[in-house]
């Protein structure tokens, strides 16, 4: 009777370590597939922001998880970026420097394009690197509102409007602009503009007059805007990598949180199926001004 109890207990302990074993195998997989890496040691994470900034909430949410990891020492933010609507670009530009209050430093690393939004987030970094041949700058902010009115008087449309107030339908595009309604859509702008370049003399560390001599729109190269000290240094994502290690104590070349890899439709019909797909900045509102945000674009 004693041995079969002895059995049951064996084979009871070897199936809990089984499914203890099973299970652990499972949670370092998911480690790895998404944190890019084992939850343990110290890493440097690297994320990507690319494209038109329309949104802010995926790569807030991932940089707060880096903050909040204790194995990831630094961050380098890869933008690949012409810019974007104003408010998810201040959300990610917020969201790092929350990530460098928090004692960990922050490198930006500016790819092909990193203009006007995306060199607006970049500011909020330690150190920024770009290549040579960048294109970055075009601090600056756009709306555009179309009037269509002598197209609508061509086809027979007759545009109707009801409103409660005197600029309740600013940008109409089915007539002209008022001098009065063009005053508060500019000094809306303005507004805009000057918190771009505070941002931009912030991070820099430069005086608001210093930026406001570039700060017109002009594209400039990588190796111009090392010039006007819009960046720190000439170098690609190695260098950056590099360089957030050596501030955050860690050897020059450190394990890596490789950035998540987003699953995006679109991508999949342009490479896997070869579908011509628009421009995206084709896809962007551009109906009356009440409905249309504001673009730090290039």
């Given at each position: ?24 195998t ?12 084992l ?5 440097v ?29 630094a ?5 690949n ?18 990530l ?6 922050v ?17 909020a970094a330690d ?10 700058g ?13 197209l ?9 409007v ?17 001098p ?20 931009v ?7 608001k ?12 190269s ?7 000290k ?5 170098g690609g ?17 450190p ?9 995006s439709l ?13 421009d ?6 551009g ?12």
């Amino acid at each position: 009777m004693g041995s079969r109890r002895r059995t049951v207990f064996i084979a009871l302990g070897v199936t809990v370590g089984v499914i203890g074993l099973f299970f652990l195998t499972v949670w370092v997989l998911i480690s790895v597939l998404e944190g890019g890496g084992l939850p343990v040691g110290q890493k440097v994470a690297v994320v990507e922001l690319q494209g038109i900034i329309v949104q802010a909430e995926p790569i807030v949410r991932e940089l707060n998880e880096h903050r909040d990891n204790p194995s990831v020492r630094a961050v380098v933010i890869r933008v690949n970026s012409p810019g974007g609507v104003v408010a998810p670009t201040q959300e990610i530009y917020s969201a790092i420097q929350r990530l460098r209050k928090s004692g960990k430093p922050v490198v930006a690393s500016l790819g092909s394009v990193a203009a006007s939004g995306g060199y607006y987030v970049a500011t909020a970094a330690d150190r920024i690197y770009a290549n040579p041949g960048t294109l970055t700058g075009s601090i600056g902010v756009i709306m555009q509102v179309a009037n269509v009115e002598g197209l609508l008087k061509k086809v027979g449309v007759d545009f109707v409007v009801i409103k409660s107030g005197q600029y309740k339908d600013i940008g109409n595009f089915a007539r002209p602009m008022t001098p009065e309604e063009r005053r508060i859509l500019q000094a809306l702008l303005d507004d805009v503009y000057n918190q771009f370049v505070d941002a931009v003399a912030r991070g820099r560390k430069l005086d608001k007059a210093t930026v406001e001599s570039f700060a017109d729109g002009r594209v400039v190269s990588g190796q111009q805007a090392k010039e006007l000290k819009m960046i720190d240094a000439l170098g690609g994502l190695d260098e950056a990598i590099e360089g957030a290690a050596t501030l955050a104590g860690l050897p020059p070349r450190p394990r890596l949180i490789l950035p998540r890899k987003r699953f995006s439709l679109s991508d999949f019909l342009k490479d896997q199926l070869g579908l011509p797909l628009p421009d995206a900045r084709q896809l962007l509102p551009g109906f009356p001004a009440f409905k249309t945000p504001l673009y730090l674009m290039d």
